[in-house]
Nanobody, 124 residues
């Protein structure tokens, strides 16, 4: 079992930045790929970014590429999502998710463990 806890959400003006953290406990975190997803009211949960077990490979949704950066520190059992140039359409609850495997994964159904989410609100 892996337990995930997100933090770092909040209210920010358009053009601002936030850094989300996903802290893991339980099994060896470095064995897990991690993804960030988001869900806005009335919408389905959507993929944002993912990173493989070592941090050597990352992949982003087109809507955030060039603005968001995913990274990880396996010594601290933490994955980060640096979000820059935020837009009102980035407003959502952001979730981190984890699964075993040596690659990265972009689909909700590919992940086994989920955090409780953190709210990000971007005002115009």
């Amino acid at each position: 079992q892996v337990q995930l806890v997100e933090s770092g959400g909040g209210l920010v003006q358009a053009g601002g930045s936030l850094r989300l953290s996903c802290a893991a406990s339980g099994r060896t975190f470095s064995n897990y790929a991690v993804g960030w997803f988001r869900q806005a009211p009335g919408k389905e949960r959507e993929f944002v970014a993912t990173i493989n077990w070592s941090g050597s490979s990352t992949y982003y949704a087109a809507s955030v590429k060039g603005r968001f950066t995913i990274s990880r520190d396996n010594a601290k059992n933490t994955v980060y999502l640096q979000m820059n140039s935020l837009k009102p359409e980035d407003t959502a609850v952001y979730y981190c998710a984890a699964r075993g495997g040596r690659y990265y994964y972009t689909k909700v159904e590919e992940y086994d463990y989920w955090g409780q989410g953190t709210q990000v609100t971007v005002s115009s």
